[in-house]
């Protein structure tokens, strides 16, 4: 779920300096800006940090990048050209699935995964 | 927006030596908490990862309309902030000196800001700093809190021990050895320059400006204007 970006910005901060790493070197890591950074953990910024260097911020930190990406507001760039590939199917599988809770989704995802392996010529 | 700290707040007297030991405790303190103490000093994790200070990088100058702000420091909130014009590689030396001399300002006089009858509250109102410091102020506090980022960032026995490396020995360095124009030697000004010429190279090893490691240097007699003769 999104966060705001104040709520997002407080995460990233806690999560950086619990990790050890100091405004200027974490802005290194993920080659943004320290000014920039800043702006993000401040909530300040007047864009949202691409899904991208979303990703790159939770490797850095051990996290999982895509509940990050999720987190930031954004969409990573693999799940936005598979809706693209799909435009009708894809969506609506996701309105269907919406609602679900977490285990529900995870049963389903399993499913799929054992329907592929089954499918899959040996 | 008044800038630096209300009359009514004026810091206390503080001899310098007494500066230069609040520095070395700080320092201490970081390395006993078991951080790595190298140099460059790195003033970043000991503001954020002992001192638990939040930093942040903004547009101070458009916020307080002066184009001379550089800092600024919530003393109730533990928060410092730098101005978004020093985050450039060629201020690097400027951005860490004016994190130094927030964190002097934390560490030298918040307790007396708190301890008097105000107490910081009467001034910290909706969101405002403590404490905005500007370049080239001269009210006393703004010249301690210099005093101690120097010392702080460029302290006694690691210039020493990197002076004596780079040098190859201890010896001062008299003005007669640097390149100073010849017409303009008696000046004060030609001195400064060369003396920081001379040093820049020096002063990137604590990523510091050329001028703050000048200052250091003369004040341990390693930059004299001629080197006095030894009697043995």
């Known amino acids: 779920m999104a966060e705001s970006p104040a ?5 990233l901060r806690e999560r950086r300096l619990k990790r050890g790493y100091s405004l200027r070197k974490f802005a290194e890591l993920i080659e943004v800006s320290p000014t920039y950074l800043s702006l993000i953990e ?15 911020m939770a490797e850095v930190l051990g996290e999982d990048p895509d509940a990050w990406i999720a987190m930031a507001g954004r969409i990573a760039d693999d799940v936005k050209k598979i809706i693209l590939e799909q435009p009708e199917q894809i969506p609506e599988l ?4 919406s609602g679900l809770s977490a285990e529900q989704v995870r049963e389903l995802i399993d499913q799929v995964k054992r329907k ?6 040996s | 927006m ?3 700290i209300p009359q009514r707040h004026r810091v206390q007297f503080m001899p310098e030596p007494h500066i230069e030991r609040e520095a070395d405790a700080l320092l201490a303190e970081f390395a006993a908490a078991g951080h790595e103490l190298t140099v460059p000093i790195p003033i970043d994790e000991i503001i954020e990862l002992h001192l638990r200070l939040q930093l942040e990088i903004d547009d101070l100058r458009g916020r307080f309309g002066s184009d001379d ?3 600024a420091i919530w003393l109730e909130d533990g928060r410092i902030a730098v101005d978004r014009s020093l985050d450039h590689h060629r201020h690097t030396g400027r951005f860490n000196f004016t994190l130094a001399h927030e964190v ?17 509250t009467l001034f910290e109102v909706e969101g405002q700093p403590g404490i905005v ?10 010249w301690q809190a210099n005093t101690f980022a120097g010392y702080l960032l460029m302290p006694r026995e690691h210039v020493r021990a990197a002076w004596q490396e780079w040098r190859g020995d201890d010896e001062p360095v008299p003005d007669a050895a640097l390149d100073v124009d010849d017409v303009a030697a008696n000046q004060d000004w030609a001195v400064r320059a060369a003396r920081e010429r001379f040093v820049r190279p020096f002063a990137d090893q604590f990523n510091v400006s050329a001028m703050a490691m000048r200052i250091r240097l003369e004040k341990l007699n390693l930059l004299v204007c001629e080197v006095e003769p030894r009697l043995f």
């Open chain 1, 116 to 121: 592929r392996q089954e499918d899959e010529p």
């Open chain 1, 42 to 56: 401040t909530g300040k910024a007047t864009s949202r940090p691409t899904a991208d260097r979303v990703r790159r």
């Open chain 2, 133 to 142: 410091c500007r370049d080239g102020a001269k009210a006393p506090e703004e």
């Open chain 1, 94 to 97: 996701l309105r269907t699935v």
């Open chain 1, 7 to 11: 709520e997002f910005g407080a995460l």
């Open chain 2, 104 to 120: 002097g300002h934390w560490r030298l006089h918040r307790h007396q800001i708190l301890a008097s009858p105000d107490g910081p």
């Open chain 2, 69 to 71: 702000v550089l800092g």
């Open chain 2, 2 to 4: 008044s800038f630096g």
